[in-house]
């Protein structure tokens, strides 16, 4: 007599389960923010059939082995980078900025694909065991690789999403095993514009670029490099920010100081800082929020969603989110960690995107961080993006079924 | 091949950088939410309970108007304006229409429309801003509300600057108007961080410097009540204070202007400009008819909107600017000069004497003086206005020639005024008759016309007085201009003009200076005269299908050392000397008189142009 025994694959169940239970409370806060009667009423019913295709895209992903989007890497990359043209040409625009390509009953927000395909890229290239980051012919074609994503969507404009992909970058030169100094160096032109605008003067960064070159020590052509970006970052500051319109320097100024824009960010911030702080512990109930209902959070769905978990849910709800989207990405490193080569090197870009959406969009909500547009990785309204995730996650569990491989 | 336990421990570190943030990143959170929650969770909760935090606009006054020498002509004070905030808590989903006995009550309180409150309300709760529902009230009405206010939700008195024209109608077509923003516009701007209920410049200076005008609203943050009332302000929200507009200094000078409005004064339609001809500077502009800006501050009825903009006479035209006519014979300075310029004539040249008619091409062309001038030289000839003479010229010179020097002064053109919407005017070329009649289809004969400023030219009363200056100055390009300092933007400097001096020979310019002064002095124009000053112009009586004749008169002085330029065009009035030069006379005597020397009354345009020894054109 034979014994049935189901016998699952080897995936991820922790992360699988956590991954579903942020989808979960999505639906739920979904569903509650879009009860009540307005423009939105009712899109939950559409989320739960995103949902379904993001699970659907997930188990897709994953069942196809990783070795294939190695090799699909760079046409990936193409189309993406064709689609963010693309995106600029004919996109479709919502709140002044074009981000989004209609596809008749689908809006496609193509820099949701070229973050994917730039993590498939870099993981390509960095999976080499010769690899020396140290080395420009190494770090460099990298360093374009992201450049070009980056700006494409910087002019959209979508200054949050555009950040994400240097973030990628940073991360996976750390991965990938570059030395610690030469990454300080590579974030010199950031450092450069944070001391111009906090002192006023270059010299504080001219000291720091100094000690820095003299403590690492790297080769000429990252010197160089180093010298010529930095060089063209301080002569661009002034330049550039004297070129534009006042109302480019007002959004400018709105996006560092949201408080400067009365009707718009700043009171967004007060209003889901109200909605987070009045729930309180445990929250008022489902459907039993207030705040939601102001005409004021016009994105309480998609962007602002996190404040209604907080004033529905209570901190209880918070923190749920809180530790689960912590397992999610403790689980996606873990992943990176037992696996080798191009697996592991897309596990920490993916974990990479994932965190930094959901550090950006929390701290917005509680008022920490500037209004940027960003959704909330699986809890926010949004198709492309849910599917998106979806297919994040996707290739997190692949990494899971292929490891020993 | 089996990583190296080094390249193991390696990669365990960076893991442990990795993990080492995303602790503490979602543990920044969690403090974040700690705080929010628990800590302040007490306030927070009566905010979102029986409170409301709403950003409250201050609004920032526009920037000051100047006159030349410092006199205010346009500025803000403060108002108070009836409000109505849309509650958007209340108001998500449900029927935007107000409850009819609220309107009735509302609209009795504030002398307004109930019909007009109703649609205001409903379009702010729509949009969810801040509707005013009447502005500028008076301290009865604004009081009267203050009290009712908590009887009537949503209601409330806003302190707002208002726009304020100190001399009313003076110079109303130059400094333009600020309205209120329209909803089409607020959607469209506000991106540049307009909002219902902004003024915004809607012509002249007003609009076309906006931008330096407008000032940077501020705001507060307050808590209100249910009812809307006010209860405290609130403190996370920081207070900003509004910034007002730069002001500006423009060339207009009240003293000119105000003697150019009195001349005017019994005009239907017409305009009139005053030009520093050393620089090109607005000294001073009517048009006719005209408006007080002051009514659009206060926020106009569409019935009253639509008399203003659609009404016949279309007052809220610019004739100075927007208004084109032909220039008849005050154009006869730009052919004697094309004549010279080209050496087909000399000052002294004789040609066939006038006989009060002229044949060409088997056609008859009289000249304005039926018995005829006799022979007279190029100087003479101006002087008189006689058009047989000129018709000669014109055919001598023919159009290419006469073209060029008309556009060398910039005619046909804009003159780049730094006021909106200036129309071109219009030089007509050999290829726009090919074009219009076809290739060699059109004869000769109209060089007569063109030649004494009749015929398809055009110009603006601006470009009249740009020529006489340009005239006055040798040919020194112009660019009119009315800003003439930025306060508080030091680096501020009209434009300098496009074109190069127009060329011409000494004896040319006082040639033509000679013609022009014999016109006041012994010409056309003598009721321009003004006694010990020297004045050198040109008048003009342009044909005109519908109607009597438009009069017009161009001029400066004095003639020796100018330092004012003048021009008027008057619509349907009769000739250029009898009704456009006794205009300038008043002006220039108000200007340049003691006042003791000064005639004893303005002399009113006189209505029988034939009377009074009225000289032609």
């Given amino acids: 007599m034979t014994r049935f025994r189901l016998r699952l694959p080897p995936f991820d169940v922790p992360l699988a389960i956590a991954a579903l239970g942020l989808v979960v409370i999505g639906l739920f806060t979904v569903f509650s923010a879009t009860s009540i009667p307005g423009a939105h009423q009712g899109l939950w019913v559409r989320q739960l059939w995103w949902a379904a295709a993001a699970v659907g895209a997930a188990w897709l992903v994953a069942a196809v082995p990783y070795r294939v989007y190695d090799s699909l890497a760079y046409p990936t990359y193409g189309i993406s980078l064709a689609l963010l043209v693309l995106v600029l040409v004919m996109g479709s625009s919502a709140y002044g900025a074009k981000r989004w390509l209609d596809l008749g009953p689908l809006k496609f927000q193509p820099s949701e694909l070229a973050k994917i395909a730039t993590v498939l890229v870099l993981a390509r290239r960095f999976d080499d065991p010769k690899l020396k980051l140290d080395k420009f012919r190494h770090w460099f074609p990298a360093l374009v690789i992201v450049l070009v994503p980056f700006a494409l969507v910087l002019k959209e404009p979508d200054l949050g999403t555009s950040l994400s992909f240097p973030i990628i970058l940073l991360a996976m030169f750390f991965w990938a095993g570059m030395p610690v100094g030469h990454l300080l160096l590579g974030l010199t032109p950031v450092f450069n514009v944070v001391l111009f605008f906090a002192t006023g003067s270059l010299w504080w960064f001219a000291g720091l670029l100094a000690v820095l070159l003299g403590a690492v020590r790297p080769r000429l052509a990252m010197v160089v490099a180093a010298l010529v970006l930095n060089g063209a970052v301080a002569y661009a500051m002034p330049h550039v920010w004297n070129g534009l319109a006042d109302y480019q320097k007002r959004r400018i100024q709105t996006f560092l100081d949201p408080g400067n824009d009365p009707y718009g960010a700043g009171y967004q911030i007060i209003q889901s800082r109200i909605a987070i702080g009045s729930g309180g512990a445990v929250g008022k109930g489902f459907l039993k929020g207030t705040q939601k209902a102001l005409a004021f959070l016009p994105m309480r769905h998609t962007d602002f969603i996190y404040s209604v978990v907080g004033e529905e849910f209570g901190l209880l709800g918070t923190l749920t989110v809180v530790l689960l989207y912590a397992w999610l990405l403790m689980r996606g490193l873990r992943l990176a960690l037992l696996s080798r080569g191009f697996a592991s090197l897309m596990a920490i870009g993916l974990v990479t995107a994932l965190f930094y959406h959901i550090m950006v969009n929390m701290l917005m909500t509680i008022g920490w961080a500037p209004v940027t547009g960003l959704p909330l990785p699986l809890i926010s309204y949004g198709g492309t993006a849910l599917i998106v995730n979806g297919i994040e996650i996707g290739l997190l569990q692949n990494v899971a079924l292929r490891r020993k491989d | ?617």
Avoid at chain 2, 260 to 266: H, R, S, T, V
Avoid at chain 2, 463 to 479: C, F, I, K, T
Avoid at chain 2, 577 to 583: E, K, V
């Fill in chain 2, 1 to 617: 091949m089996q990583p190296s336990n080094r390249d193991q421990r390696d990669k365990a570190q960076r893991f442990g950088v990795f993990a080492g943030a995303v602790v503490a990143g979602f543990g920044l959170v969690a403090i974040g939410l700690v705080r929010l929650q628990v800590a302040d969770h007490e306030r927070y909760l009566q905010l979102s309970k029986e409170n409301h935090v709403r950003p409250e606009i201050l609004r920032a006054p526009r920037g000051t108007i100047f006159d030349r020498n410092g006199q205010v002509l346009a500025d803000s004070a403060p108002s108070f304006s009836i409000v109505f905030r849309p509650f958007p808590a209340e108001s998500v989903g449900r029927d935007p229409s107000p409850d009819p006995e609220w309107v009735a009550r509302v609209s009795r309180l504030i002398e307004q429309d109930p019909a007009e409150v109703r649609r205001l309300v409903q379009s702010a709760n729509t949009s969810g801003q801040t509707a005013v529902l009447k502005r500028n009230v008076p301290f009865p009405i604004w009081s009267a509300v203050e009290e009712s206010k908590d009887e009537l939700p949503g209601v409330d008195v806003q302190r707002e600057p208002l726009r304020h024209y100190a001399y009313g109608n003076l110079a109303a077509h130059l400094l333009g108007y600020a309205g209120e923003i329209n909803e089409i516009e607020v959607d469209s701007l506000s991106s540049q961080g307009y909002r219902a209920g902004d003024l915004i410049g809607r012509t002249g200076v007003e609009r076309k410097f906006e931008d330096i005008l407008r000032g940077q609203d501020g705001a507060e943050y307050v808590v209100v009540n249910a009812a809307g009332k006010r209860v405290a302000t609130f403190k996370e929200g920081e207070r900003r204070e509004p910034v007002s507009g730069h002001d500006l200094v423009i060339t207009l000078d009240l003293k000119v202007q105000k003697a150019l409005e009195q001349a005017m004064a019994g005009v239907e339609r017409g305009a009139a400009v005053a030009m520093d001809p050393r620089d090109g500077g607005i000294l001073g502009l009517v048009s006719r008819p005209v408006y007080d800006p002051n009514e659009f501050s206060m926020g106009l009825s569409w019935d009253r909107w639509r008399e203003l903009s659609n009404g016949g006479t279309n007052p809220l035209l610019n004739r100075a600017i927007q208004g084109v006519y032909p220039p008849g014979s005050t154009f006869k300075v730009v052919t004697m000069l094309a004549a010279l310029r080209a050496g087909i004539a000399s000052p002294s040249t004789r040609l066939q004497p006038c006989s009060g008619r002229y044949n060409f091409g088997g056609r008859w062309f009289g000249c304005w003086k039926h018995a005829g001038h006799g022979s007279l030289n190029f100087v003479e000839a101006l002087e008189h206005s006689c058009d047989v003479y000129f018709y000669q010229i014109g055919l001598r010179l023919e159009l290419p020639r006469l073209e060029e020097t008309a556009r060398a002064l910039g005619l046909g053109d804009r003159t780049g005024i730094d006021l909106p919407q200036e129309k071109k005017g219009l030089i007509p070329s050999p290829a726009w008759y090919d074009k219009r009649w076809g290739a060699g289809r059109w004869r000769k004969g109209l060089l007569l016309n063109l030649a004494i400023g009749q015929g398809e030219i055009l110009v603006t009363p601006l470009q009249l007085a740009m020529l006489v200056s340009e005239a006055a100055m040798d040919g020194q390009p112009l660019r009119p201009h009315v800003v003439k300092q930025v306060r508080g933007a030091p680096e501020y400097h009209w434009q300098r003009p496009g074109r190069a001096r127009l060329a011409a020979s000494p004896t040319t310019w006082s040639a033509l200076h000679e013609a022009m002064e014999g016109v006041v002095s012994g010409g056309t124009a003598t009721l321009a005269r003004v006694p010990g000053l020297r004045i050198a112009g040109k008048t003009g009586t342009a044909q005109n299908p519908h109607g009597k004749d438009h009069a017009l008169f161009a001029c400066y002085a004095p003639a020796e050392n100018p330092q004012i330029a003048l021009a008027f065009v008057i619509e349907n009035s009769g000739h250029g000397g009898s009704i456009a030069a006794p205009m300038a006379a008043q002006v220039l005597s108000t200007l340049f008189l003691p006042d003791s020397l000064r005639p004893a009354a303005a002399r009113p345009p006189a209505v029988a142009d034939t009377a009074a020894g009225a000289r032609g054109d």
